[in-house]
């Protein structure tokens, strides 16, 4: 049976108390991502309530941007990450940017204002 890769990149946008380089080192580390390992199932919530589940990336680069609708650095970088999606949109690549809002209403009207490209996801914390 042949396995198909999975690739992550992971964008986080947070003020953590540790240096990014500490932060990538201790992700590297972990035991749900390290390498061989195969990626757990994860779905993932859309904007119209329906369940992206990360399988159907098989054999593609899968690049989360977390982000939350009160994170000021993570709204001001959005133009990048778009120009990101626009650079690559023929290359093998799916852009997710998945929120980690309190409130599902927020994030669905601030996604649909600045009509963000990309698969949106939101995670309710």
Known sequence: MKK??????LI???????????AL???KKSELIA????????????????LINLE???GKYIFINFWATWCKPCIEDMPNFEK????????NIEFV???????????KKFVQKKQLN????????
Do not use: C, R
């Open 84 to 91: 990101l999606i626009k650079k690559h949109k023929t290359d």
């Open 118 to 125: 990309g698969i949106n996801s939101l995670v309710m914390v």
């Open 4 to 9: 198909t890769l999975i690739t992550l990149i």
């Open 97 to 107: 940017y998945l929120s980690v809002d309190k409130s599902k209403e927020n994030w």
């Open 25 to 27: 080192e201790k992700f």
């Open 56 to 58: 159907k990336f098989k």
């Open 12 to 22: 986080f946008h947070a003020n953590l108390s540790f240096s990014q380089e500490d």
């Open 35 to 50: 390498e061989g390992k195969q990626l757990p199932e994860i779905n993932l919530p859309s904007l119209d309530n329906e």
